[in-house]
Antibody, heavy 120, light 106 residues
Framework: EVQLVESGGGLVQPGRSLKLSCAAS????????MAWVRQAPKKGLEWVAT????????YYPDSVKGRFTISRDNAKSSLYLQMNSLKSEDTATYYC?????????????WGQGASVTVSS | EIVLTQSPTTMAASPGEKVTLTCRAS?????MHWYQQRSGASPKLWIY???KLASGVPNRFSGSGSGTSYSLTINSMETEDAATYYC?????????FGAGTKLELK
């Protein structure tokens, strides 16, 4: 069974940093692109970052580019999101997701989410 | 950036009723994907590559479309189908989601 378990969320002050982790199991982690998707309270889904299988390629939307860094450790089957210079608008539940390519990229497995609150 | 516009924003359907949700893209995409999110839960992949049902999805659901216009249809609404449905394109970066359609039980 595919499992994705996020950790590392919490309350952080604006301008500070936080690092999320995602532990993967039930599949060969190194064979898959991975992503982070967030959801602000009572809002829709927003893609935050994607990383290739080896970690050599990363992709971000403009809203987080230069502040967030996605990384992975294939030996530990783990995904990370380093978030710097946090803003109040980064407050959200952050989901770790597995990507597959089937004509285009789609997220076929999701974690339970990690809550991040940015507030003074 | 490809903007996805979903309609309606909210709707209510009675058990047994046919339901159609739409998603329009600002530019042509190769496929559309759909996710279901029940209240308090994580999103689940529901339909991928426009018309393929994800594992465990009942066959009363279907997806169709091409280019800039896509839809998700429920043949006969059931209680468990009440949820928010999001469309998503993965054809080009940045990946984008629609704002969602909240489907309620009437």
């Amino acid at each position: 069974e595919v499992q994705l378990v996020e950790s590392g969320g919490g309350l952080v002050q604006p301008g500070r940093s936080l690092k999320l982790s995602c532990a993967a199991s039930g599949f060969t982690f190194s064979n898959y692109y991975m992503a982070w998707v967030r959801q602000a309270p009572k809002k829709g889904l927003e893609w935050v970052a994607t990383i290739s299988t080896s970690g050599s390629r990363t992709y971000y939307p403009d809203s987080v580019k230069g502040r967030f860094t996605i990384s992975r450790d294939n030996a530990k089957s783990s995904l990370y999101l380093q978030m710097n210079s946090l803003k109040s608008e980064d407050t959200a539940t952050y989901y770790c997701a597995r990507e597959i390519y089937d004509g285009s990229y789609v997220m076929d497995a999701w974690g339970q989410g990690a809550s991040v609150t940015v507030s003074s | 950036e490809i903007v996805l516009t979903q309609s309606p924003t909210t709707m209510a359907a009675s058990p047994g009723e046919k339901v159609t949700l739409t998603c329009r893209a600002s530019s042509s995409v190769s496929y559309m994907h759909w996710y279901q999110q029940r209240s308090g839960a994580s999103p689940k992949l529901w339909i991928y590559e426009t018309s393929k049902l994800a594992s465990g999805v009942p066959n009363r659901f279907s997806g169709s479309g091409s280019g800039t216009s896509y839809s998700l249809t429920i043949n006969s609404m059931e209680t468990e189908d009440a949820a928010t449905y999001y469309c998503q394109q993965g054809s080009s970066y940045p990946y984008t989601f629609g704002a969602g359609t909240k489907l309620e039980l009437k």
